[in-house]
């Protein structure tokens, strides 16, 4: 159940979905996984009941497809000036595109909210340099219980970040992995099981399916600290996002280090989630405490936090951090944590002095019409098109492993007739390729879409 994006209901539960939506029955069609032939799945036909919500879908490429086209097309009947939807219709779009690999469309549905966060605007940069993310968190989260790093919902390259962690944490003595919007019954699962839809809704993603799967083959544990849908309401609208981040610290805590004094635990959350100090209320009644700060006072410990949404390129680059360009001749890798001239953390913007560590991401790279730190420990997988494809027909590829049908794909991304075509990637276990057509009124939308 979306239980932290209960809001967006408002919107999902009026829209008028698509009765049927044809597919073709691609039969017989043959991908080359690494040399070896493998059958396409023929896939069924879509049916969208009238007022459903993504809730209700299961995980397949034409399911999927029938949701965001209608995203679209209730996006377009909006006035997006003058209608709270369309924000709420926006972001869930950009948050779609990026589940199906497209990075750019999604990060310029973001820069067309004007949601980029650019209020975050760091000081000066001088004395500032930059050292390997990945050794940095690892060797400063080398004696802390918890490990705590926010994302940007629409970029899975923040999670992919907390993947490549993964065996050092472990090494480290970590045994848990807690997110938020996960389904409570998922850390009673078997950890050999699949991750499904009905897994979280933020685990539709491909990238973020792969960091929980690869987290139970490690040994971790995973941990929901969701908050039900009757916290936080209340008429006071701070009172209610407290009551959230109260009861998601609460319920972290307990079934952490509160259950299991040694327990180590690495968390995602979304954007302010992460800040360790107070804020004072905007209606000046007191202070606010996000989630990371509830956790310091519950456990007693100090976690260690580090941001990943400050520096990241924008599609429109008058939303980008002041300082992100200057900033990227001194990364390299998969992201650099911002230090000074001794080697100690630098924080700049409005996290400075609320979080530990800042992590600056470069620009993405494209190789075969993916963003480059996508094919990072993965391999290539090339699509074949189905018999009698035209140039103006678009596909969705998907590749998932050997598990239930409604599991979430290892990878997916928009194929067309256009050489060279993009490639899946994943690992060589992913041998189950399907291939959806995207229906008309949203192949054109993509296509012509700046």
Known sequence: MRLCRNYSMRAIGRMRFLSEMLRFAILGMIAMVGGSAVALEARAPCVMPVDSSPEALRWDGGRHLCYLEALVENLERLDKAANDDAAILQGDLAIYLAMIGEDGASRSMISDMGSARPGRTPGPAEGVDATDAVEAILTRAADRHYLILNEAHHNPRHRDLVRHLLPGLKAAGYTHLAAEGLAHDLSS?????????????????????????????????????????????????????????????????????GAHPSARTVVLVGYDHIEEAPRQRSDGKGVFMWMAAELKRLSGTDPLTVDQTTFNEQADTDLEAAQYRALVPLTSGMGSVLVDESGSPIVLGRYAGRV???????????????????????????????????????????????????????????????????????KPDAVRIEVTPVPAGLKNWLLTRP
Not at 198 to 223: H, M, N, T
């Open 356 to 426: 530990d560590l800042q992590v600056v991401y470069p620009p993405s790279q494209g190789i075969r019409g993916r963003e480059a730190w996508r094919w990072t420990g993965m391999t290539p997988l090339e699509v074949a098109l189905p018999p009698g494809a035209h140039a103006q027909d678009l596909y969705l590829a998907q590749a998932f492993l050997l598990e239930t049908q409604d599991a979430v794909p290892v990878d997916q991304t928009l194929l067309s007739a256009e050489e060279p075509r993009p490639l899946l990637v994943a």
């Open 189 to 257: 699962q078997d950890a050999n099981g699949p991750v499904t839809a009905e897994s979280g809704w933020y685990l539709r993603d491909p990238i973020y399916a792969r960091l929980i799967r690869e987290a139970r083959a490690a040994g971790l544990i995973i941990v929901p600290y969701e908050a039900g849908p009757t916290s936080g309401r209340s008429e006071d609208r701070i009172a209610a996002m407290q009551a959230r981040e109260t009861t998601q610290a609460e319920q972290l805590f307990a079934r952490t280090i």
